[in-house]
């Protein structure tokens, strides 16, 4: 009787369908994968709250918009920064005029400092600035930074005396310029990526205007109105900075500072970012910059001097450094653009290229004998500066993305005062023990060429990361989809 109840249960199951059948082991397997695809749904399903934040949509930036209004700002931010900090030997003239004597060595000295500690403060500030930028947001940090150079170019413009300058132009004012400037640069990632080149040029090409037009209006104040009202005229710059500021609305979705509800300081963790550093081709291009730059400023500072010994003082000197700022301009909006059609971290090959040129431009230098050549070099030397300039924050933001880039930059900005200041210095040693610029000009050219060399590698390191990243997410999923596998199967045979 058991026997034929089953043979009827059977031929019931295929006739009417009504009672399954143990299925064949193709059809498990078909079941298995439909159980998977129906578990996939259930976790991530329609509600938004269950996907996970890798799996949200990356921030895609307008391209332009309110954009083009922050990129002008920026400019602007940029060319009275830098115009002013590079004008100074403008004003240092005049501060000589009016606190002694041209011809006093003492003076000549003391006053120079103040020039050289207002541009380093600018950089040295640069790791407190990203944390502000982190904290605040950029237009809170930029606008703040505007209000401080604002007071402290006021203030410089009623001293009576050297010493009072160190504080409200080599300290305060430039603390201020520091906490302006680096917000301009990291605000134009929330408003580009593909033309992120191209803007940065254009931005950093304001530098470049400002310091070929404002030694002509300062040398007309100078003459008109003196020193003190100079200042005052120049604090308008900073008050247009402020307004500028004012234009950085952010974009970016920023998490909360507090892990912990009703915690009003923020962790160690938010405030000094690590991520940054566990990037080696970061590490890499944060040291290999630096150690490019002991010997790049060296014919900055020192070749209108080795220009007197060579050729005279009465050569037209004053040209050398139009080229070098013309064509720097021109190199930021040209370099600027190429940028972005070279993808990724490749964009370091341009840095690379710049390095190169510029130290074995400076190795050039003692070569030339006559004025023309020193014309040449200064042009190459300037259009690949520019080079240099406009594409360091575009590499940034390809080596550790734009939630990190503020403190990026602003690690490697502090880094780079040290070779800044530390460099020039050791070529003018040199100069006074060796009685001529030549051998200083040689080694000159040398860090910029080994910083280089070293830059090469970061493509190479980041490509390797990527591959094994991919890897180990392709690792990841085989095994996730194995244990499924295999618990699905052995609920089905339950």
């Known amino acids: 009787m058991t026997e034929g109840n089953n043979m009827t249960e059977n031929l ?10 143990v299925p064949a082991e193709e059809d498990e397997k078909k079941a298995v994968e439909r159980r998977l695809n129906e578990e996939e749904k259930k976790e991530n399903g329609d509600s938004k709250l269950k996907v996970p934040e890798t799996a949200e949509k990356e921030f895609e930036p307008p391209e332009g918009g309110w954009g083009w209004v922050v990129m002008l700002a920026a400019m602007w931010c940029n060319g009275s920064v830098f115009g002013i900090q590079n004008a100074f030997g403008i004003l240092f003239v005049s501060l000589l005029k009016e606190f002694g004597s041209e011809n006093d060595e003492d003076l000549r000295f003391k006053t120079a400092w103040v ?15 990203s944390i502000f930028t982190d904290l605040l947001g950029c237009r809170i940090t930029a606008v703040g930074g505007a209000a401080v150079g604002l007071v402290g170019l006021l203030a410089s413009s009623f001293v009576t005396s050297l010493g009072p300058l160190y504080f409200t132009y080599g300290i305060v004012f430039a603390c201020g310029c520091s906490f302006a400037y680096q917000p301009s640069l990291v605000i134009l990632g929330h408003y580009f990526k593909k033309r992120l080149g191209l803007v940065n040029g254009i931005v950093t090409a304001g530098s470049s ?10 040398s007309g104040l ?20 402020m307004l500028a500021g004012f234009t950085y609305r952010p974009l970016l979705p920023t998490g909360s500072l507090s892990s912990k509800p009703g915690r009003r300081c923020p962790p160690m963790s938010k ?16 040291f290999g910059i630096p150690a490019a730059l002991y010997g790049y400023f060296v014919p900055y500072v020192h070749l209108m001097k080795h220009v007197e010994e060579q050729f005279g003082k009465d050569a037209n000197k004053e040209v050398l450094l139009m080229c070098i700022g013309i064509t720097s301009g021109v190199g930021r909006l040209i370099f600027g653009r190429v940028a972005d059609y070279v993808s990724g971290v490749n964009k370091v090959y341009l840095q690379v290229t710049s390095f190169l040129v510029i130290g074995l431009m400076s190795m050039m230098i003692p070569l030339c004998k ?9 042009l190459l030397m ?38 800044m ?30 910083g280089g060399a070293v830059l090469c590698t970061i493509p190479w390191v980041e490509a390797r990361r990527k591959r094994r990243e991919k890897e180990a997410e392709a690792d990841a999923k085989a095994l996730n989809y194995n244990k499924n596998s295999e618990t699905l199967e052995h609920d089905s045979v339950i």
């Open 12 to 21: 019931y199951d295929a006739t009417k369908g009504t009672i399954s059948a």
């Open 115 to 129: 020039g050289s500690l207002s541009m380093g403060m600018i950089f040295f500030c640069s790791p407190i600035v």
């Open 209 to 218: 205007i400002f310091t070929i037009t404002l030694p002509f209006l300062l």
């Open 222 to 241: 100078l003459k008109n109105v003196g020193l003190q009202n100079t200042m005052r005229v120049l604090s308008i710059f900073m008050v247009i900075l």
């Open 271 to 286: 405030i000094f970012n690590v991520n940054i550093w566990k990037s080696l081709g970061y590490r890499i291009w944060a």
């Open 370 to 378: 006559i004025f023309g050549g020193l014309i040449a070099v200064c």
């Open 382 to 419: 300037g259009l690949f500066d520019g080079c240099f300039i406009c594409i360091m924050a575009p590499i940034a933001f390809e080596l550790v993305g734009s939630q990190n880039v503020s403190q990026a930059i602003g690690f490697l900005l502090g880094m780079m005062s040290v070779p």
């Open 421 to 450: 200041t530390v460099g020039p210095p050791i070529a003018g040693f040199l100069r006074d023990r060796l009685g001529s610029y030549e051998v200083a000009f040689y080694l000159a050219g040398i860090p910029p060429i080994i």
